[in-house]
């Protein structure tokens, strides 16, 4: 298994497939972009499916999720998620996806078997669309969810960011939009990951503010906290269930403690925390001929030097030079 030194166990795995994005939300990335790794450097289809293989068979893994970037842009996407279901024991397998695309490829999907998606969507008002992501494509975000709904990847899981004086006012209709359609929304604290290096505390929506704004229209009541585990929203039932709404407050209300993640980078680094500094290189390993027990050991390795928390609040904090787009959510 993997376990850290303070006993917990990553079975769950984040794999980012791509660090190109065709979204440049202000949270994520600069408005021009960034400077995108060189193809040689990324992880093969193959190599990442053998990499997931020694995780699933040799070290525990039982959820794996494909990210990004937006991992629709990898060619392939649908292969590599039907070479995953097909491993045994059977992990769960799902996507997080800004949804462009996810129109077309939703059935594809499913047919290879996945299980679920999350989809970001920060708005429903298209003006604020452009203002957060300098694209206008909130047509094709909303056709995708409709998409994954009707394929049957559920529950279709919304993932939401509020950005003060931007959207923070459209929490409400967010909701009211999410229980309409059938999705559970999420709300996530900004986090300190952007590219730019801009984020300051003080201008994050917090989980407090974001249940306040929620509770003038709503009323929300806990759910039961011993069924969350290692989940990182707190959900709360909405006007008496069965519908539930999540608020995921990775910087004031940490779950540190309870952490079962662990990353793989599109180029193959090994991250054991979101807010790591130091990776752990097995592409290199792989390519120069490693076993998959060599592969498992360092692996192993890696994740045994988990620290105990975030350290967002530590006086010495630094933000990692990798922004979210090249680690993978």
């Avoid at 972009?33 to 293989?53: A, M, Q």
């Avoid at 011993?226 to 407050?249: K, M, N, Q, Y």
Wanted: glycine share 8%.
């Amino acid at each position: 298994m993997l376990v850290d030194g303070f006993g917990r166990v990553a079975t769950d795995l984040r794999v980012s497939l791509t660090d190109r994005c065709n979204l440049r939300c202000s949270y994520c990335m600069p408005p021009e972009g960034l400077e995108w790794l060189p193809k040689p450097e990324l992880l093969t289809d193959d190599e990442v499916v053998r990499l997931v293989r020694v995780g699933v068979e040799r070290l525990g893994i039982t959820e794996v999720r494909y990210t990004g970037g937006e991992p629709l842009l990898r060619r392939g996407l649908v292969d590599i998620v039907a070479r995953t279901t097909a491993l045994r024991p059977r992990p769960q397998v799902s996507l997080t996806t800004n949804a462009i695309g996810l129109a077309r490829l939703a059935g594809p999907l499913r047919e290879a078997g996945l299980d679920r998606v999350n989809v970001s969507l920060d708005t429903l008002d298209g003006d604020t669309f452009v203002r957060l992501s300098h694209r206008d494509r909130l047509p094709d975000v909303l056709a995708g969810l409709a998409a994954a709904q009707r394929a049957g990847l559920r529950p279709v899981k919304v993932n939401t960011v509020l950005m003060r004086d931007v959207n923070d006012h459209e929490a409400s209709s967010l909701l009211r939009f999410c229980l309409e359609q059938g999705y559970e929304l999420r709300f996530i604290e900004q986090m300190p990951l952007d590219a730019q290096h801009g984020w300051r505390r003080d201008d994050m929506v917090t989980a407090d503010e974001i249940l306040d704004r929620l509770t003038a229209e709503f009323t929300l009541v806990p759910d039961d906290a011993a069924a969350r585990g290692s989940a990182p929203a707190e959900t709360f039932l909405v006007d008496g269930g069965p519908a539930r709404v999540g608020v995921i407050g990775s910087v004031t209300r940490p779950f540190c403690g309870a952490c079962d993640r662990v990353r793989l980078t599109a180029d193959g680094q090994i991250r054991n925390c979101l807010f790591a500094r130091e990776e752990s290189d097995l592409r290199a390993a792989l390519r120069s001929g490693a076993s998959d027990d060599d592969l498992a050991e360092r692996w192993t390795a890696a994740v045994a030097a988990k620290r105990a928390g975030h350290g967002i609040d530590d006086v010495g904090f630094l933000q990692p030079a990798r922004p979210m787009s090249a680690i993978g959510g």
